[in-house]
């Protein structure tokens, strides 16, 4: 396996895995980001022209709120979704939005609105809401996943508000490699990966493709039967995804690379009913969803200018489509209700410029412009193409200044500018009668400044301390500023931009050359906040209301025992509290803790064993339906029969436990799998 430097798995060559007791007394923890230069490191698969924060060569100036997630990870941990593979981290919660069996996580309580989604430095949210399906993102292809917490880079471009995910795909180091990959889970669900690549020394290629059908989840023994649920197999819970992609490098020299990328994904799922207590028949929807694709074109480069400086190219093109059926009832045949097929078929397109240099002594300056396009486009069965056009810009600057030997400092400053282009609903206002017409709504723009700060000092070779403060924003999305939503909202295109305070001051060590320790508080002062506000009894309306305080506190450790045991936890606080009103802040739970282990007594041979515990979440603002508490453990056995050939079965939710994200949507119950792993 790979070296990563400190990631959530220690190099494991040596330390293969776990026991389950003492996984529960010893810590986790993620990889801080290493220094990638222009050139990627030929004993590394990660494409570091995807990587965006970039931390310095010396330890004083490493950014702990900076986590990877190595691709050994995601295989050992079996998380593949980036929705799971973004759970491991501390601050970073697994959530569900169950209405429309999407996968969401939150970022130390913001969501992919405020924390949004990339893929190698290019965002690829999507354009009319802002929330990617990240149960449709799969890890078989990435190098890693970096998620940056609290003071997210200013080069990374607008609304990283409370931080960023950035998808880090791979690259060849050798003149022929690969991986594939094939597995079964109990439920009828099975999925195959392959990835190749070659580096030829002044070009490369990389390609992969992936394929996961599930036609459904077993719930738990312990799930009581509801109306729209009987038990047993899940219904309508069923999900088809398949992937390819494709890359094509030139490293004409030792500092300078250029790269064109292409990637398509389809997928199709159905949105099982609503299993909960709230008995208003509204509550249960027979939706699916046809196709949901994505495709994207981008191309990367680095280029060097002299010793001590660079530019940086993203050019991109990011197309989303997706259809949604809602039928009348659980036997999910025609006819469909009646205006009730709705087809988007949106793109963005952009561009970004990166300029850098380290010409002024102790000092690494950096320059970034950022041009983005949104396009929404909306068809109904009963309405025509409806339009919607944002744009936005950026300028950013960061510098990272070396004090001295151990005292280091990031100043990062951005001025932000959003351009509405078009923008339109076909529903009536709302608690009329009136037969849908075209509106068009006055163009508005939104313009702000963001800007952070950070102090790192290596108080000894293994110890360090941080303190950073930063002042970031988020721009509404088309939605938030001009949907309708069926009829209950008033559009409010005078929306202003989200602001947060973030501060927080944190530790990391090494006790007794053993345990790795890391410890972070955190604190968000939100203004402006997106909240609804009641017009009527029927109608509301977002507005800029929301005042809300968010106090957090983050603990990891890692301890390799000995040469074949290796155990950690992490653990996650986060406290909101609303100081407008009394409306619940929702999908966070306010402790998360995780634990692992793993024991290899004989070199081929590692047990496996995780466990996750997470208190009750509100999932209605109103505070009435929550879901509950939870612990859910995992196990595995992985055995390599040959060098590099893997062999693997193992059970999840080990206890069976009946449990939820989102009230009224249960997860998986005891699920089984096997699975098979090369590498070459």
């Not at 406290?575 to 995780?594: A, G, L, S, V, W």
């Not at 692992?596 to 996750?612: D, Q």
Request: charged share 20%; proline share 5%.
């Amino acid at each position: 396996m790979k070296k990563h430097s400190r990631s959530l798995s220690l190099p494991v060559r040596k330390r293969e895995l776990v026991a389950p007791l003492l996984a529960l007394t010893l810590l986790a923890t993620p990889a801080l980001a290493e220094e990638k230069g222009g050139k990627s490191d030929v004993n590394s698969d990660v494409y570091t022209l995807g990587v965006v924060e970039v931390t310095g060569k010396s330890d004083s100036i490493k950014n702990p709120s900076v986590t990877t997630i190595s691709n050994e990870d995601m295989l050992q941990f079996d998380r593949k979704t980036v929705a799971e593979a973004a759970n491991l981290v501390p601050g970073v919660t697994i959530s569900r939005v169950g209405g429309r069996n999407e996968s969401m996580v939150f970022v130390r309580g913001f969501d992919l609105k405020h924390a949004p989604l990339f893929l190698d430095g290019i965002p690829i949210y999507v354009p009319y809401d802002g929330y990617p399906d990240l149960g449709r993102f799969f890890t078989y292809d990435l190098s890693e996943l970096v998620i940056s917490k609290g003071f997210a880079s200013v080069l990374y471009g607008p609304n990283t508000m409370g931080g960023a995910l950035n998808l880090v795909s791979r690259r060849p180091a050798k003149t022929f490699e690969g991986s594939a990959g094939v597995g079964y889970t109990s439920g009828d669900a099975y999925h195959a990966f392959a990835n190749f690549g070659s580096n030829q020394k002044t070009w490369y290629v990389q390609g992969g493709g992936s394929w996961v059908d599930e036609h459904a989840f077993d719930l738990s023994n312990d799930f009581n039967r509801t109306k729209a649920e009987d038990g047993g197999t899940r219904n309508n819970s069923f999900q088809r995804d398949w992937k390819g992609s494709i890359k094509l490098g030139l490293t004409p020299n030792s500092t300078d690379e250029y790269a064109l990328n292409y990637i398509y994904q389809s997928g199709e799922k159905g949105v099982p009913p609503y299993a909960g207590k709230n008995t208003d028949p509204k509550q249960i929807k027979y939706w699916q969803w046809p196709y949901w694709n994505k495709q994207s074109v981008y191309f990367n480069s680095n280029t060097a200018l002299g010793d001590a400086s660079y530019v940086k190219t993203r050019l991109f093109y990011d197309q989303f489509k997706n259809s949604l059926k809602i039928f009348n009832d659980a036997t999910y045949s025609p006819p469909i209700k009646s205006g009730n097929l709705s087809n988007y078929n949106d793109y963005s397109y952009g561009a970004s410029i990166e300029a850098g240099t380290t010409l002024i002594p102790y000092n690494a300056l950096k320059m970034a412009f950022h041009y983005k396009d949104d396009v929404h486009r909306e068809e109904t069965t009963a309405s025509p193409v409806q339009h919607d056009e944002e744009r936005i810009f950026s300028i950013a600057g960061e510098d990272t200044i070396q004090i001295t030997k151990k005292l280091s400092a990031l100043l990062g400053v951005s001025y932000d500018f959003q351009n509405t282009v078009q923008a339109e609903d076909y529903n009536p206002l709302p608690g009329t009668k009136a037969p849908k017409v075209l509106q068009e709504f006055p163009r508005s723009n939104n313009n702000d400044v963001t800007a952070q700060g950070a102090l790192f000092y290596a108080y000894s070779d293994t110890g360090k301390v941080h303190a950073a403060a930063a002042r970031k924003t988020r721009y509404p999305s088309i939605k938030d500023k001009y949907s309708y939503r069926f009829g209950t909202y008033i559009p409010n295109a005078d929306l202003k931009p989200e602001v947060s305070n973030n501060y927080e001051i944190g530790f990391e060590d090494t006790f007794a050359k053993l345990v790795n320790v890391k410890s972070t508080f955190f604190f968000n002062d939100i203004s402006d906040y997106v909240q609804a506000a009641a017009i009527s009894s029927t109608v509301s309306q977002f507005q800029n209301i929301g005042r809300v305080q968010r106090y957090g506190y983050e603990f990891e450790a890692v301890a390799p025992i000995s040469d074949s045991l290796e155990t950690g936890i992490n653990y996650t606080f986060i406290y909101n509290k609303n100081r407008t009103n009394n409306q619940q802040i929702t999908d966070i739970p306010k402790h998360k803790f995780f634990a692992y282990g793993k024991y290899s007594p004989i070199k081929p041979l590692s047990f496996f064993a995780s466990l996750e515990y997470d208190t009750k979440r509100f999932s209605t603002s109103d505070g009435i339906y929550k879901a509950g508490e939870f612990v859910v453990i995992n196990m595995k056995i992985s055995y390599e029969v040959v060098r590099d050939l893997l062999l693997e079965g193992g059970i999840n939710n080990l206890a069976d436990r009946n449990y939820a994200l989102t009230e009224g949507y249960p997860e998986a119950g005891r699920s089984y799998f096997i699975q098979a792993r090369y590498k070459f």
